[in-house]
């Protein structure tokens, strides 16, 4: 893997980031040089995105007192020189030296400096350099006004490093926070960035590399740092591809679904395609009896079985001559409502790795999440959203904002793989926490978690049946390949096209677009 790739899958907090930095000044690198030289990745970047042409760009820069505004004022100079229009606002008289250097250069170019932020307002572009990652309290009071009224403008903004309102690690808005359309974070992601409840903040984000050396970031994080960014690169490394050139179906592992009723018969027939799409090598569905020729019809190649039913058409116990010790891995809960609870039951007291979802949730809350899973020998797997880990976690509620976290503890709590449904999804097991960076709200749709389940198994399943020991992995390339399949279904189709069923039809391009070199 190359330094780019590898760069890509780090995310730090303050503190983290802080020891770097401590680490390269302590090696001898002068701060202003290292400020000078990212600066000048910057405002190059800034000039690519947002080239001068005969008419002059006029550029806003928002300056504040610490080295995210020096950041600003160089990349505010060099612009001048390049011909932009540069107005600089900076609401603050005490600047860090090295900042207060650089405004009084910036003063001395005779660079135009504007009163009120409202100044700014005929401006093309506005460039951010309040705060970075020191922002260690809430934006109140003036400023607070100023960057409510900046960001009623909607005009291009850039971030340095993060958008200047956002807690580094968390997120959180402390107080007011400028909403980018661009943010250039710089060395390396920070965790905040990587929040749900960032992302309205955050626009376009991508990360400025400035030769942070290797050495440091490792001496700081470990090489195998505990919070995972997903990228291409990781997936490629953990996907079962190729296959080995002489195997058969049991070896591709076997696959059995518990999903479906008569009320949500649908769900189980987009598990059964999401867990076609994982390439498994053999599907077996256990549904309702009266399901049984509906999931036929859609599914040749499974093995369907038909199970006794409740009177109001949901799975009441397996036939006899199932053997649930008999497969791989074992996923259920789409659609079976909260009425199968004795074959949750059954399927948690079995020594088999079970991945559970929707109503298995809700049946395992109110079993008790953690007595439960105590008891368990072999890997669990929960997949919640928001609402369902409330109820399995209700003692974890305080904590719901912040994901990162709140998965770690579930993963702690319970021994189990717990991925944690939203916009960045984010998978923990006991020792570390893996993000997705990119999904699209065109899965914000029924039906989709369903398939997500299907994948997981069949990928699950393929990794039992090949004896690999990173199941955890496993997960991660599930919840990778349903956003990316998301990603491109949206491309095709809008945002408003990606209904479930058509959602597993970009399974399998995704593959194929992203990994040609493995096929
Ligand atoms: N880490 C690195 O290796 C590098 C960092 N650089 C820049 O340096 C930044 C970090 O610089 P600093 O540590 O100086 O921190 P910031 O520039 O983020 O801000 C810290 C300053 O803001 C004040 N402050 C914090 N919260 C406030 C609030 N709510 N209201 C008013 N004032 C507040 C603090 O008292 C301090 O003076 C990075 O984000 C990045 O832009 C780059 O210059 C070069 C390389
Ligand atoms: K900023």
């Not at 900046?150 to 807690?167: A, R, T």
């Not at 090598?281 to 199970?307: D, F, N, Q, T, Y």
């Not at 949730?361 to 899973?373: C, K, P, R, V």
């Not at 990119?438 to 399943?461: F, K, M, N, Q, Y």
Request: hydrophobic fraction near 45%.
């Amino acid at each position: 893997m190359n330094r780019h790739e590898k760069i890509q899958q780090i995310a730090v907090t303050a503190a983290q980031m802080q020891e770097i930095e401590g680490r390269i000044f302590a090696g001898g690198m002068p701060v202003a040089a290292l400020m000078e030289k990212v600066a000048g990745l910057i405002y190059k970047r800034v000039q690519s995105l947002f080239p001068n042409s005969s008419v002059p760009i006029k550029v806003g820069f928002l300056i504040g007192p610490g080295h995210n505004g020096g950041d600003g004022l160089v990349v505010a100079r060099e612009l001048h020189f390049r011909g932009y229009q540069v107005n600089i606002y900076r609401p603050f008289s005490k600047l860090k030296d090295l900042t207060a250097q650089h405004d009084l250069y910036a003063q001395s170019l005779g660079i135009c400096y504007v009163e009120n932020v409202a100044d700014l307002q005929d401006c093309d572009l506005i460039i951010d350099g309040l705060f970075g990652f020191g922002l260690e309290r809430e934006i109140k009071d003036n400023l607070a006004e100023a960057i409510n009224e900046l960001n009623e403008w909607s005009k291009p903004v850039i971030s340095i490093d993060l958008p200047s309102g956002l807690h580094t690690d968390t997120g959180e808005v402390l107080g007011t926070a400028i909403k980018a359309t661009h943010t250039l974070c710089l060395g390396l992601w920070k965790l905040g960035l990587l929040h749900d409840r960032a992302l309205e903040y955050v626009g376009k984000a991508e990360l400025i590399d400035f030769d942070i050396p290797w050495t440091d970031i490792t001496a700081i994080l470990g090489e195998t740092p505990q919070i995972q960014r997903v990228t291409t690169e990781f997936i490629k490394q953990h996907l079962p591809l190729p296959r080995p050139p002489v195997t058969h179906k049991y070896k591709q592992g076997h696959l059995l679904l518990i999903c479906g009723s008569r009320k949500y018969a649908g769900g189980a027939i987009l598990t059964g395609l999401g867990a076609r799409g994982s390439g498994v090598g053999m599907l077996s569905i256990a549904v309702p009896e009266s399901l049984k020729p509906l999931l036929v019809s859609h599914l040749p190649e499974a093995l369907i079985i038909g199970c006794e039913e409740t009177g109001n058409g949901a799975i009441s116990s397996l036939p006899d001559g199932v053997n649930l010790g008999s497969y791989d891995a074992i996923a259920c809960g789409p659609g079976i409502t909260t009425e199968a609870t004795t074959i949750v039951e059954e399927v948690l007291a079995n020594n088999k790795p079970v991945i559970l979802d929707a109503d298995g949730l809700n049946i395992l809350a109110q079993m008790g999440t953690i007595s439960t899973l105590e008891k368990r020998q072999a890997t669990t797997v929960l997949t919640p959203h928001a609402g369902e880990f409330k109820r399995l976690f209700p003692d974890l509620e305080n904590l719901q904002q912040n994901r990162v976290e709140a998965v770690k503890k579930a993963a702690e709590l319970t021994g189990a793989i717990v991925l944690l449904k939203g916009a960045r999804t984010a998978i923990a097991n006991t020792s570390r926490i893996w993000i997705i960076p990119e999904s699209t709200p065109a899965l914000a749709r029924g039906g989709s978690g369903d398939v997500l389940t299907g994948l997981i198994g069949g990928l699950l399943a393929q990794g039992i049946a090949a004896n690999t020991n990173s199941l955890v992995e496993r997960v991660v390339i599930a919840a990778w390949w349903h956003a990316q399949a998301g990603i491109l279904a949206a491309k095709e189709r809008t945002e408003l096209g990606v209904d479930a069923f058509t959602l597993t039809q970009f399974l399998n391009p995704v593959l194929a677009n992203h990994f040609s070199s493995l096929l």
